[in-house]
T-cell receptor, first 114, second 107 residues
Framework: DTAVSQTPKYLVTQMGNDKSIKCEQN?????MYWYKQDSKKFLKIMFS???????INETVPNRFSPKSPDKAHLNLHINSLELGDSAVYFC?????????????FGPGTRLTVL | QKEVEQNSGPLSVPEGAIASLNCTYS??????FFWYRQYSGKSPELIMF????GDKEDGRFTAQLNKASQYVSLLIRDSQPSDSATYLC???????FGKGTMLLVSP
C-alpha cells in the first residue's frame, strides 16, 4: 500500500484556471506538508499542518490555499494559475514535528501551466 | 534567511570509490539534519539523519556533523552505479533543503 499518495500525477492546464491537488497518507502521521520543486530542482516548503492546524505558511502567494479535512488528508488548491506555478508539488508527512521525525514524501504532482 | 548550501555537481566517481557529499548551513541553532536521495523524476527518499556531532554509520553510508563549523557531510563507500542520483541535505527544524548534489557513479 502506498504510504503517501497524491492525485493527479500530472496536471496540465491553462493560465488563469483553478486547480486542486489531493494528498492522503495512511501512516497515521500527525503532520503533513506541501513542498514545491522548481525546474532547478530546488525543493521549498510551502505549508505544514499538524492535526489539521496550519503550522507553517511560508512566503507563498495567497492564490495557494491548503485545506486539511482530517489529519490524513492535505489538499492544495491553486487559484488563477500562472506560468511560474509550473513545478512538481510534493506532499509529505511525518509522525510529529520533532527534530528527528522523518518526512515521507508522496510521488509528486507535475503541474504544467500553459 | 536560513540557507543550506550544496555544490550542485555533478560529482563523478568510479564504481567502488568513496563519494563525499558536503553541505553547509547558516542557522547556528539548527539541531538535526537529513540526507535524502532523489532519482530523476522520483520523490526524495530518506537515507539517514544525524543530530549529534561526529559520525553516524548505516551500511555503506556515513553522515558526519560538525556543528561548530556548521557542516554536514555524507560519505558513500563502495559506490555503485545505482547510487547515481541527486542527494539533498535538509535542516529539519526549518524544513530547509539544499539544492542538491548530483552524483554520477561510472561502472
Amino acid at each position: 500500500d502506498t504510504a503517501v499518495s497524491q492525485t493527479p500525477k500530472y496536471l496540465v492546464t491553462q493560465m488563469g484556471n483553478d486547480k486542486s491537488i489531493k494528498c492522503e497518507q495512511n501512516l497515521g502521521h500527525d503532520t503533513m506538508y506541501w513542498y514545491k520543486q522548481d525546474s532547478k530542482k530546488f525543493l521549498k516548503i510551502m505549508f505544514s499542518y499538524n492535526n489539521k492546524e496550519l503550522i507553517i505558511n511560508e512566503t507563498v502567494p495567497n492564490r495557494f490555499s491548503p485545506k486539511s479535512p482530517d489529519k490524513a488528508h492535505l489538499n492544495l488548491h491553486i487559484n488563477s494559475l500562472e506560468l511560474g506555478d509550473s513545478a512538481v508539488y510534493f506532499c509529505a508527512s511525518s509522525q510529529a514535528q520533532g527534530e528527528t521525525d522523518t518526512q515521507y514524501f508522496g510521488p509528486g504532482t507535475r503541474l504544467t501551466v500553459l | 534567511q536560513k540557507e543550506v548550501e550544496q555544490n550542485s555537481g555533478p560529482l563523478s566517481v568510479p564504481e567502488g570509490a568513496i563519494a563525499s557529499l558536503n553541505c553547509t548551513y547558516s542557522d547556528r541553532g539548527s539541531q538535526s539534519f537529513f540526507w535524502y536521495r532523489q532519482y530523476s523524476g522520483k520523490s526524495p527518499e530518506l537515507i539517514m539523519f544525524i543530530y549529534s556531532n561526529g559520525d553516524k554509520e548505516d551500511g555503506r553510508f556515513t553522515a558526519q556533523l560538525n556543528k561548530a563549523s556548521q557542516y554536514v557531510s555524507l560519505l558513500i563507500r563502495d559506490s555503485q552505479p545505482s547510487d547515481s542520483a541527486t542527494y539533498l541535505c535538509a535542516v529539519k527544524g526549518t524544513l530547509t533543503f539544499g539544492k542538491g548534489t548530483m552524483l554520477l557513479v561510472s561502472p
